[in-house]
């Protein structure tokens, strides 16, 4: 439905190139909830820019619906408001001397297609209804709360009936227990309307929670494409690893090297510690030996004679209400581990660590 190519997109400022999208592809099916997840500065915007035609990139092929919509090699163009693109900006973009009524017909009355305006009304109200706020119609746009406008935006966006939609971090203004909220709205309309959509946060959960794809961006490249649970539960490399969730990054050696896939051990300054490669490794390469807080465990295996499992000192205990991360010292190492708080250590014990060694990855260092 939305399909990127090879995509390249500099910007020109003060004399100087910046380059924001380096060489991005991505194929987005039709119904799919699809986000690109990544840094500030990372190229996100850009990206989305270049689908809507706000921005014309240097190179590389943009498909919408099946449409060429650009082309560097085939020199294809096709204007931004006909390339049938709902979009929500970052900033929301509302028009604060227009009611609501105003705002979410304006794509209506100003589109390539005549309407009368007992249908543009009918639209609208529709539109409204979506994102309930049909009691509000008359109301001007600037006397609604974050989350309203954040909801008007998108019925905006929707009102003419896109093929897709294109959100811009829509849900970073709201507070968080309306952005957790949204979050569930969101999703469950767009998928209710099937209409596929392009989503782009800096938010890990948000990626995860509503996401079908993710792919995570850094410095104007996607790096790691995957279902939320393989990009969490597999990432390929320690900035993957490290943006998404918490982790524990250790780095190590790897004494005999292995092929993707195979175990391996890992020297650590706790020690030795079995891994599972997740590219392969000549031998004595250096690499980070990766595992989540709540992937840790508590044993009562005896540390001296199993392996994985090391003597731990509680050093610190931070307490989240739901769960208590608990901080200890394995050797020369700061390890961190989530637990319930009915099983969570106290300050100052001593206690086994084991890491179970399907959940423990060894990521290149690069
Ligand atoms: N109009 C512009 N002129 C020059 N450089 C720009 C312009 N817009 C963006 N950039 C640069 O391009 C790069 C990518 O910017 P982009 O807005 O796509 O990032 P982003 O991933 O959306 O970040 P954020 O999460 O902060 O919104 C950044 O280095 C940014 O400084
Ligand atoms: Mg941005």
């Known amino acids: 439905m939305i399909r990127i190519s090879h995509l390249r997109m500099s910007y020109r400022s003060a004399g100087e190139r910046v380059a924001a999208a380096r060489d991005v592809s991505i194929d987005i099916k039709q119904g799919q909830f699809y986000t690109l997840l990544g840094p500030s500065g990372c190229g996100k915007t850009t990206t989305l820019r270049c689908v809507a035609g706000l921005e014309e990139p240097d190179e590389g092929e943009i498909e919408v619906g099946g449409d060429l919509v650009y082309s560097s090699t085939r020199g294809a163009w096709t204007p931004p408001y006909k390339r049938n693109i709902g979009m929500v900006f970052q900033s929301y973009a509302i028009w604060p001397h227009m009611s609501v009524f105003e705002n979410v017909a304006f794509p209506l009355v100003n589109g390539e297609e005549k309407l009368a305006r007992e249908d543009i009304r009918k639209r609208v109200l529709a539109a409204l209804a979506l994102v309930k706020l049909e009691a509000y119609v008359?109301?001007?746009?600037?006397?609604?709360?974050?989350?309203?406008?954040?909801?008007?935006?998108?019925?905006?966006?929707?009102?003419?009936?896109?093929?897709?939609?294109?959100?811009?971090?829509?849900?970073?203004?709201?507070?968080?227990?309306?952005?957790?909220?949204?979050?569930?709205?969101?999703?469950?309309?767009?998928?209710?309307?099937?209409?596929?959509?392009?989503?782009?946060?800096?938010?890990?959960?948000?990626?995860?929670?509503m996401s079908d794809?993710?792919?995570?961006?850094?410095?104007?490249?996607?790096?790691?494409?995957?279902?939320?649970?393989?990009?969490?539960?597999?990432?390929?490399s320690a900035f993957v690893a490290e943006f998404i969730g918490r982790t524990n990054l250790i780095p190590g050696m790897v004494p005999q090297g292995a092929s993707a896939g195979a175990e391996i051990v890992v020297e650590t300054n706790m020690g030795p510690v079995i891994a599972q490669a997740v590219s392969a490794f000549a031998p004595g390469e250096a690499v980070f030996l990766a595992i989540r807080p709540e992937d840790v465990e508590v044993s009562r295996m005896n540390g001296a004679t199993s392996s994985n499992v090391f003597d731990a000192q509680v050093e610190r205990l931070l307490f989240l209400g739901e769960a208590v991360d608990s901080f200890v010292r394995i050797g020369g190492q700061s390890f961190q581990m989530r637990m319930h708080p009915s099983a969570a250590p106290s300050f100052g014990?001593?206690?086994?660590?084991?890491?179970?060694?399907?959940?423990?990855?060894?990521?290149?260092?690069?």
């Open 349 to 366: 014990d001593s206690i086994r660590v084991h890491l179970p060694r399907a959940r423990c990855l060894a990521l290149s260092s690069q």
């Open 138 to 209: 008359d109301r001007p746009a600037p006397y609604l709360s974050g989350g309203q406008q954040q909801r008007l935006a998108l019925a905006r966006a929707l009102v003419a009936e896109p093929r897709v939609l294109l959100l811009d971090e829509p849900l970073s203004n709201l507070d968080a227990k309306l952005r957790e909220e949204m979050r569930v709205e969101l999703r469950e309309l767009v998928k209710r309307l099937n209409v596929t959509t392009l989503f782009v946060t800096h938010e890990q959960l948000e990626a995860l929670t």
């Open 213 to 236: 794809v993710v792919a995570v961006m850094r410095d104007g490249k996607i790096i790691q494409e995957g279902t939320p649970h393989e990009i969490y539960s597999h990432p390929n």
